[in-house]
């Protein structure tokens, strides 16, 4: 999401693919991808104690899940607005990625960005002033808000592999994207990314491409930061 008003990714006008020569797959290949026993070994994952949706899988797992998931899907791009907030199942973009993942977990994200930006409107400068939840919540820079609150604040430096764990979450140049970590790695280590920018490969090594967007947040959700009033459940 590409376009910037008021320091937040303005989706009422985009649709389409606002990426350009960034949007390309990995030429490499399930070959390029480090070994599920290799990767426990070098980068044990990180698991949570939280399992929001008791489903028998800590949150991380879930996001990884439903962000996976939204990726096989393939929706096609569109960062449309939508009366309602939410996209068609087959329609989406890079923020509708998260929220999917995030339903997977059993956590309402549109629901929780909305009651955060009522109960907190001077953390959200750039859209408190007249909120609207048909689209806050798939705003790059309002999400980039929300995960710095309720989340530990990570490296950006990607290679610094250890730190970059399935289910976390990536934001680039500030509103421009946002992705969520799979547990997947190349072989020299690189997480994978699982993301939409109307890309063929939903789930690729991005974040090893020798030209990508600038990573400016990273951050690994944290239920336990958020209030009562906020913390949702989807429904």
């Known amino acids: 999401m590409a376009s910037l008003v008021g320091g937040v990714a303005s989706i009422r006008q985009l649709r389409g693919l606002p990426w350009g020569s960034l949007v390309r797959s990995s030429a490499n290949g399930e070959e390029s991808v480090m070994t599920s026993s290799e ?82 409107p001077d953390d959200y400068a750039a859209v408190a002033p007249s909120p609207d939840p048909n689209i806050d919540f798939r705003r790059t820079g309002v999400l980039d808000v929300f995960f710095s609150k309720y989340g530990q604040t990570l490296t950006t430096d990607t290679t610094d592999y250890a730190q970059w764990q399935g289910g976390d979450i990536v934001v680039f140049e500030t509103s421009r994207h946002i992705g969520v970590v799979s ?53």
């Open 39 to 120: 990767t426990e070994r070098r980068y044990p994952r990180v698991s949570n104690s939280v399992d929001f949706n008791d489903n028998g899988t800590d949150d991380y797992a879930d996001i990884v899940a439903g962000a996976r998931a939204d990726a096989e899907r393939h929706p096609t791009y569109d960062s449309g607005y939508y009366e309602g907030g939410y996209p068609p199942d087959d329609r989406g973009a890079c923020t509708d990625t998260v929220w999917r993942a995030f339903r997977q977990a059993g956590y309402d994200l549109k629901a929780m960005v909305d009651a955060d930006i009522a109960a907190h």
């Open 183 to 235: 547990d997947k790695r190349d072989k020299q280590g690189t997480s994978y990314l699982i993301h939409n920018m109307g890309q063929r490969q939903r789930e690729n090594d991005y974040l090893a491409f020798a030209k990508h967007m600038k990573v400016t947040g990273h951050y690994r959700f944290d239920a336990s930061k958020i209030p009562q009033d906020v913390l949702k459940a989807w429904r």
